[in-house]
């Protein structure tokens, strides 16, 4: 499903990235816009949490061109005197006309790096407004935001991933720098489809996707080390031969009710004691033995 | 600095990454050895550093330096060492004189409330007043790139500053020294508390705090106890992960190594390698 999403967002759609502090979405989202440039789209990145050079990085060929980086790096809170966008401007209004600024005959993709940033200085309710309003106000085709889930309450997560059409979550794969893509996707209709597969990224911003991580639990356990056997290499013998096995075999355990203390139990032997009972009237002397059906 | 840390990190005072923000953290242990490190590298590789001392007086930094031969005392007078001294500075906030004419850096004491943008301000004004590597109008010597290290940030929450300040913080210092004049950030944070799976409701800042460096950062060492316990030979372990993408397109990548700190430096082994086994 991850190829899919790669070839296009369908119009209005939403898509976050869950990522980590232990694996970064960011090169996945990175992934997503040069897809979206190589469709010859518009991509307008409001960046908050990496400079452009960074963003550009590894970005190359002249699709760049349709890349629009709005700089929320340098001066998100305005602390200084010429704050080129700060976060107190996510709103309806600022991202129309930011987005609005180039023109372009395709309507564009806005990429948010990242909506934690917002979220930590917007309230979540304000912020699930603005992108609600983005999707449904036409100015934007889709939207594409990169998440830590890590860095917010569950509740504010789920709030906020509950807007989107798709929701990507990332996490690492022990070995190699390969990850696991957990997806679920809403479509229209309100089907909604999950799936997850083990995807890496090539220097060229390509995903190659590897399988389902089912099909790599085996093989996983190959490489394992075969068990030792801890009776070898030891100056003392622990192994038993065939009449040493059969001996251990045939020994009685102690205190294991075996059929034979059973029939000596029950059947008392010559001289011991006999009981004699001669009922009462009053007694409800039942001949039969009530413990009958009891497999002793 | 430390030679072996030097070539697992692949810098030395000639060569290193520019641009790079390193977060040391610890878990139950002190990281406070790799601060050293980190002053000791970038002072002998001619950087500007700005350091911002705010749990230990200067007389502690310059003995240990001492002992890895460098000067701080020498450094300061040259001009390539310029030392916020946040205990000093502190008193004049709380006991403020009419004769003071000290920076408010430290003014986030009275009002925690407020953020740390004074102090941002007297990083940023200091680092950009000195042209950040040009040479000065007076002759003065031309350092290297502007470096910046923070001992710690973990204190900043201990005073009341609440942890999205922080973080602000330390993403402004990033933009400001990292992109804007290519040089480096060292900053170090402390954790309490074990690692726990995520509740709901705001879990204990400096978690909180050290997942949001994490995210910002392009390389952290994380130092902890040796899991087994207590051990005489070895100090501890250190996590070293790059976050950016190396050279040879590997992302994430991550090395665990084992330390001991002696009297004059550190000394780092592959895990089970430590010279007391071998």
């Not at chain 1, 929701?167 to 996707?185: E, R, S, Y």
């Not at chain 1, 190659?208 to 801890?230: F, M, N, R, W």
């Not at chain 2, 139950?28 to 749990?55: E, M, P, Q, T």
């Amino acid at each position: 499903m991850l190829p899919e999403l790669l070839q296009g967002i369908d119009a209005g759609g939403f898509l976050i990235i869950q990522d980590s502090t232990s694996y970064s979405g960011r090169h996945l989202l990175k992934s997503f816009i040069n897809s979206a440039l190589d469709r010859e789209e518009a991509v307008h990145v409001l960046g908050f949490e990496v400079s452009e050079e960074e963003l550009k990085d590894g970005l190359k060929g002249s699709p760049i061109q349709r890349l629009h980086f709005h700089n929320a790096y340098s001066d998100p809170l305005g602390w200084t005197d010429h704050p080129a966008f700060t976060v107190s401007q996510f709103c309806l209004d600022e991202l129309t006309r930011l987005v609005k600024q180039t023109s372009h005959p395709k309507p564009a993709t806005l990429v948010i790096d990242s909506l934690s940033w917002i979220l930590r200085h917007l309230s979540p309710p304000d912020v699930c407004k603005t992108l609600h309003q983005l999707r449904k106000g036409g100015a934007v085709r889709a939207i594409i935001g990169l998440l830590h889930a890590d860095m917010h309450q569950r509740g504010t997560v789920g709030s906020v991933c509950h807007l989107a059409t798709s929701v990507i979550t990332v996490v690492p794969v022990v070995k190699g720098d390969k990850a696991v893509a957990k997806i679920t996707k809403r479509s229209k209709s309100g089907k909604v489809m999950q799936d997850e597969e083990i995807f890496s990224i090539k220097e060229d911003f390509t995903v190659i996707v590897q399988g389902k991580p089912s099909q790599l639990g085996p093989k996983l356990a190959d490489p394992k080390e075969q068990e030792t056997d801890p009776t070898a290499n030891l100056t003392f013998n622990l192994r038993l031969s065939d009449t040493e096995r059969e001996a251990k075999e045939k020994l009685a355990l102690p205190f294991v009710f075996s059929k034979e203390k059973k029939t000596a139990l029950l059947h008392s032997g010559p001289g011991s004691g006999r009981i004699l009972y001669e009922p009462d009237a009053n007694d409800d002397y039942d001949q039969e033995d009530p413990d009958d059906d009891l497999d002793v | 600095m430390y030679t072996e840390l030097n070539s697992i990190l692949n810098t030395n005072p000639d060569s290193f990454t520019q641009g790079e923000f390193v977060l040391l953290s610890d878990r139950k242990s002190d990281a406070s050895f790799l601060i050293h490190h980190f002053l000791s590298l970038y002072l002998r590789a001619r950087c500007k550093v700005w350091f911002l001392g705010l749990v230990q007086s200067f007389n502690h930094y310059s003995a240990i330096s001492q002992r890895l031969g460098v000067s701080l005392a020498q450094a300061k007078e040259k001009g390539q060492l310029v030392f916020l001294e946040g205990l000093n500075e502190s008193l004049s906030v709380l006991i403020p004189q009419e004769t003071d004419t000290r920076s408010q850096a430290m003014g986030f004491l009275r009002d925690p409330a407020v953020g740390l943008k004074s102090l941002y301000e007297f990083v940023r004004s200091s680092v950009t007043s000195s042209g950040g590597g040009e040479a000065g109008a007076d002759g003065a010597e031309e350092w290297g790139p502007p470096v910046l290290l923070v001992d710690d940030l973990s204190v900043l929450l201990s005073l009341g500053v609440s942890v999205g300040a922080v973080l602000d913080f330390s993403h402004y210092c990033r933009a400001t020294v990292c992109s804007q004049l290519q040089g480096n950030v060292v900053m170090l944070v402390r954790c309490d508390g074990e690692e726990e799976e995520e509740d709901d409701g705001d879990d204990e800042g400096s978690e909180r705090l050290l997942k949001g460096l994490t995210h910002q950062c392009s390389l952290t060492l994380h130092v902890q106890g040796l899991p087994t316990g207590f051990c005489r030979d070895i100090h501890g372990q250190v996590e070293v992960c790059w976050r950016r993408r190396q050279g040879d397109g590997q992302y994430t990548q991550k090395k665990l190594f084992q330390y001991k700190v002696h009297d004059k430096g550190v000394s780092f082994f592959a895990p089970g390698t430590s010279s007391a086994v071998l």
